[in-house]
């Protein structure tokens, strides 16, 4: 499928607003990243505590902060999710802070007491039923179960327990009111009325946690980039031996430009790096090699059907026959990768905003970087081959009188 055909853009000829373009973003992000200090990581390669919490009503992002720092020490950063799903249209905070222990029950407890004391005063003693496991739910059910005259097998009760947290985890992990329960199955009124005595609904609810220690950071740190490395020298072997070396470096320095800007970017605007945003940055040297080596390939077999012109001319006759391949390849990745940033929720947000400028910033490159890199180099050694080439030995002939004759040497 071709959108243009025999189209003779001069791409060659417009690069130097990209060039530009390119240099000032470089530019740009380099300070950025002196400024703060390198790349803004996350807990993956720093080490920390993440917890997504939800809350019936989440509290200003500031009172969540100021509340953790009572119990918690060191930096603690709090995201605000917006949530429209589900009942009520709960919404959630994204908490990370650093970690004094790596067990992750200790830390989780500590984050849950900070925000117990602050945001579910006066539960009197009662079980949080939105924080309590099926075990918690038993074990405190039972004896007043037996003492109001409703005792239950191990079983009923074990099922019950069950049923409780199935339902709240069908309702994005949140029951607003104990009310809510009365249609769990083995529900009755005397179980019911137990449970109002026994648990509140307290106003947030875990939905996931995670720690890394600092020292598994530091190592998946220098794991991400020895990948990243490895990765663009396996590029370069295999580009220097399917086509010339000048070729691997010219693709190898377009995938470098792509990183650099992304990763400034990432540092412009304040986004952490973790190992979703190495994936996308890995997926990003893949996407835009094979951009780079379909032009490549293009101005190859050009040049072994000795299309006429110079190599100037080959370049863009090669790049103006891939467009349409380009075009459809990278606008298609581009308004995947952009919906995934638009609608993909915060977690997915520094894996998809660096899909979207990688995108955008790989399918330029591989026009207005590699293929000028490539033809500078060329039109370099060919001013080279020109100034070596030795000067013809045949001496030049004056010109001759009218009428005189050529005078003969005799041996």
């Known amino acids: 499928m071709e959108i243009f055909k025999q189209t003779n853009f001069d791409f060659l000829g417009k690069k130097w607003p990209f060039i530009i373009l390119s240099g000032l973003l470089t530019v740009a992000g380099l300070l950025s990243l002196w400024v703060h200090g390198g790349p803004r990581y996350g807990i993956d390669f720093t080490g ?24 918690i020490p060191g930096e603690i950063s709090v995201q605000e999710v917006s949530n429209s799903q589900g009942v009520g249209g709960s919404q959630e905070a994204l908490i990370t802070t650093s970690v004094r222990d790596e067990n992750l029950q200790t830390v989780r407890n500590d984050i849950v007491n900070a925000l117990n004391g602050a945001f579910n005063p006066n539960a009197g003693g009662k079980l949080d ?51 809510e329960l009365s249609g769990v199955p083995g529900m009755k009124p005397q179980v019911m009325n137990v449970l109002r005595a026994q648990a509140f609904a307290g106003n947030f609810a875990i939905r996931s946690n995670s720690v890394v220690g600092p020292r598994i950071g530091a190592d998946l740190r220098q794991q991400a980039i020895n990948v990243v490395l490895l990765a663009l020298g396996a590029m370069l072997v295999y580009i220097a031996f399917r086509f010339e070396w000048i070729y691997g470096v010219a693709a190898v ?34 996407y835009s090699m094979n951009d780079t080596i379909v032009t490549f390939d ?57 899909l979207v400028v990688g995108i955008i910033v790989g399918t330029y490159s591989s026009i207005f970087i590699a293929s000028p890199i490539l033809v500078f180099w ?13 000067v013809s030995a045949t001496p030049s002939r004056a010109k001759m009188p009218a009428g005189a004759k050529p005078i003969r040497t005799v041996k």
């Open 48 to 71: 920390g505590a993440l917890m997504d919490v939800n809350f019936i009503k989440r509290p200003p992002a500031e009172a969540i902060r100021s509340a953790l720092h009572k119990s």
């Open 378 to 390: 060329m039109n370099v050694s060919e001013g080279r081959k020109r100034a070596a080439r030795p």
């Open 129 to 179: 039923i939105n924080l309590a496991s099926d075990q918690d739910l038993v074990n405190r059910l039972r004896d007043p179960l037996t003492a109001a005259g409703a005792a239950m097998s191990d079983d009923a009760i074990q099922a019950l327990a069950k049923g409780i947290v199935d339902y709240r985890t069908a309702h994005s992990g949140l029951i607003r009111s104990i009310d």
């Open 298 to 354: 293009r101005i190859r077999e050009n040049l072994r059907m000795q299309v006429r012109g110079s190599f100037t001319q080959i370049v863009n006759m090669s790049i103006n026959q891939t467009l349409s391949r380009t075009v459809l390849t990278s606008g298609l990745t581009f308004l995947t990768a952009l919906s995934l940033f638009l609608f993909g929720g915060q977690v997915l947000n520094g894996f998809s905003f660096a």
């Open 253 to 286: 320095i377009a995938v470098f430009h792509d990183t650099i800007i992304t990763i400034g970017l990432f540092s412009i605007f304040n986004k952490p790096i973790d190992l979703t945003v190495i994936a996308a940055l890995l997926t990003l040297v893949g």
